[in-house]
């Protein structure tokens, strides 16, 4: 597959909603189930995906609530075991007995719980800034949870952009992500509507977390994962993913291999070829 040729779009229906997922690759491939981050899509890995594909069938999700895959169902909350659940139920649809697993920022975290509960079925996790959840050290609990339930219930009010571009510069002020970097994102995040264009995430998703695992717990939980990891970390470190603590948690996992690339939060998109030569370095 030549890099650059277009995903082919795919639809996956579980039980209770379905999922888009755009795919690279020939199917008689080994399986890779890519998970993005938090208010991205599969668009997060248009540069990557296409790298891997002469070694893999690249299923990249669109985790629920995000990208074109549906909602959750009213009264439903976008807690972390619903991602974790969601993903297996796909990995289920999909008939992947054994796949490899590969996982950015919130994707990652969602990545390493579903190693961890069902290792038996991971062939080998990759990693791209995150392992584990976020986790609570004790001193915002009290004000995290009482936040929570004082925010709106529905989440914050879609904005309407003119454009497109307009749409790309909100995310490139709003993170810091480059716009060229954004732009697959982007363009799978919105649809067009009267007067422009809006979010197709639900809104939900920014609702406040009330309560967060312990750090102890997050740390059992990675004890559980029994495919060989590898973890790959910007550098300089993220702030809210400090050395540190990261380092504590790779400790947790067996087999694990911790690498650094100069550059930003989402890697895969500012050096796909890297992050590829990475991804399919197995020793």
Same mark, same amino acid.
């Given at each position: 597959?030549?890099? #650059?040729?277009? +995903?082919?779009?795919?639809?996956? !229906?579980?039980?209770?909603?379905?999922?888009?997922?755009?795919?690279?690759?020939?199917?008689?491939?080994?399986?890779?189930?890519?998970?993005?981050?938090?208010?991205?899509?599969?668009?997060?890995?248009?540069?990557?995906?296409? *790298? /891997?594909?002469?070694?893999? @069938?690249?299923? !990249?999700?669109? /985790?629920?609530?995000?990208?074109?895959?549906?909602?959750?169902?009213?009264?439903?909350?976008?807690?972390?075991?619903?991602?974790?659940?969601? %993903?297996?139920?796909?990995?289920?649809?999909?008939?992947?007995?054994?796949?490899?697993?590969?996982? @950015?920022?919130?994707?990652?975290?969602?990545?390493?719980?579903?190693?961890?509960?069902?290792?038996?079925?991971?062939?080998?996790?990759?990693?791209?800034?995150? &392992? #584990?959840?976020?986790?609570?050290?004790?001193?915002?609990?009290?004000?995290?949870?009482?936040?929570?339930?004082?925010?709106? +219930?529905? #989440?914050?009010?879609?904005?309407?952009?003119?454009?497109?571009?307009?749409?790309?510069?909100?995310?490139?002020?709003?993170?810091?992500?480059?716009?060229?970097?954004?732009?697959?994102?982007?363009?799978?995040?919105?649809?067009?509507? $009267?007067? #422009?264009?809006?979010?197709?995430? $639900?809104?939900?998703?920014? *609702?406040?977390?009330?309560?967060?695992?312990?750090?102890?717990?997050?740390?059992? &939980? &990675?004890?559980?994962?029994?495919?060989?990891?590898?973890?790959?970390?910007?550098?300089?470190?993220?702030?809210? &993913? +400090?050395?540190?603590?990261?380092?504590?948690? %790779?400790?947790?996992?067996? $087999?694990?291999?911790?690498?650094?690339?100069?550059?930003? @939060?989402?890697?895969?998109?500012? @050096?796909?070829?890297?992050?590829?030569?990475? !991804?399919?370095?197995?020793?």
């Amino acid at each position: 597959m030549k890099i #650059g040729d277009s +995903p082919r779009e795919r639809r996956i !229906a579980l039980p209770t909603l379905t999922l888009a997922a755009q795919c690279w690759g020939d199917e008689q491939l080994p399986p890779l189930l890519a998970l993005h981050g938090w208010l991205d899509n599969a668009g997060s890995f248009a540069r990557l995906a296409p *790298r /891997l594909a002469a070694s893999y @069938h690249v299923i !990249a999700l669109d /985790l629920p609530g995000h990208g074109h895959s549906d909602h959750l169902a009213e009264g439903a909350s976008y807690h972390w075991p619903e991602y974790v659940r969601a %993903a297996i139920a796909a990995a289920d649809a999909l008939a992947l007995d054994r796949f490899a697993l590969l996982g @950015h920022s919130l994707g990652a975290g969602i990545a390493s719980m579903v190693a961890a509960a069902r290792p038996e079925r991971i062939e080998r996790l990759l990693l791209i800034e995150g &392992l #584990g959840l976020l986790g609570d050290d004790g001193t915002q609990t009290l004000q995290r949870f009482r936040s929570a339930f004082a925010a709106e +219930p529905a #989440g914050k009010r879609l904005r309407t952009f003119a454009s497109i571009e307009q749409a790309i510069s909100a995310r490139t002020l709003a993170t810091g992500l480059p716009a060229d970097q954004a732009r697959p994102i982007i363009e799978r995040a919105v649809r067009a509507v $009267d007067g #422009g264009w809006q979010w197709r995430s $639900d809104p939900r998703i920014n *609702r406040l977390t009330p309560m967060r695992l312990a750090e102890s717990q997050i740390h059992a &939980l &990675l004890a559980g994962i029994e495919a060989p990891t590898r973890l790959l970390l910007a550098e300089p470190a993220t702030s809210y &993913l +400090p050395g540190g603590p990261m380092q504590r948690r %790779a400790e947790r996992v067996r $087999d694990i291999r911790v690498t650094h690339l100069a550059g930003g @939060h989402h890697l895969q998109l500012e @050096h796909p070829e890297a992050v590829a030569d990475w !991804a399919s370095d197995r020793k």
